[in-house]
């Protein structure tokens, strides 16, 4: 176990130290005159959002880390075997991924917000309930949360040639547009095979509890009950695929091999664009199913 930890704790350090100034969707990390060169970020600013956030806050490193650490897959060595070299399993349609405490899920959802890039954004996923709620600010010029897939367990990668994309069952989101990203590579930076969808907007009096939801903690949100569920349906044949929110060409979808998921909520859409359905401050969603069609 040790082995493991440290090697991901290495990881990440080599990560935070090859990345390429122009590789952050956001500005630099709050500390950046007093970090080294290969540390800094550029800005990627919206398209005609001339404006960007003077509220400055104390990067949370230890946040960062944390969250950064459960993402990364330990690179293979020579002289161990590679704990995450694993089968490949082929879904049909109508196969369920994921779904609140059930005990067949193979991953667990945790939060991966913009403090990965020095922002102060925060955001908690309950995978009992599929509750997932924060706040988003802009200071230190962030902007998203998000949620992502821990490494499927023993390896696993997934064959979905048999289906034509993801449903997702929600409930909450306020008409908010959110992200779904399908990753068919274990790559922290690698593509993102994105489809944006926007959540149906709430019932009267929903954005009240479900903000008193957050300042109380409570993972239960009793709000949730009082709305319907919504399915979503995300074809793979519409997926764009992005590298920190630009959109890249010349990549093909590699449907034998789907290894992570994620939701991501943002102020940006693509290359640059903001997203016209989003806000600052708290929001909620819950996540009940995660299926193949």
Known sequence: MFPVLFVQVLSVVVFILLQPEDAHAFTSLPCRRQMPS?????????????????????????RFIGQSSKFI???????????????????????????????????S??????????????????????????TVTDANNGGFVGIRSTPFKAGIALDTRGCEGIELKIRMGDGKRFKFVVRDTTEFNGVCWTTAFDATPSVDGANFLNS???????????????????????????QVPTIFAKTVSGRTFDSNNVVGLQLAYSKFDFDGKLNQNFELGDFSLQILEVKVY
Do not use: C, H, Y
């Open 38 to 62: 290969l540390l800094r970020t550029s800005i990627l600013r919206a398209s005609g959002d001339d404006k960007t956030s003077k509220e400055r806050t104390p990067w949370d490193v230890l």
């Open 73 to 107: 897959t330990p690179p293979k060595l020579p002289f161990i075997s590679n704990v995450m070299d694993g089968e490949r399993i082929r879904v049909q349609p109508g196969d369920t991924l994921w779904a609140p405490s059930s005990k067949e899920n193979f991953f």
């Open 109 to 134: 959802f945790a939060p991966l917000d913009d403090v990965v890039m020095g922002g102060a954004s925060f955001s908690t996923i309950d995978n009992n309930t599929g509750i997932w709620r924060g």
């Open 212 to 238: 008193l939801g957050n300042v109380l903690g409570d993972s239960s949100d009793k709000s949730a009950n009082d709305e319907k569920s919504t399915l979503v349906r995300l074809p793979f044949a519409k």
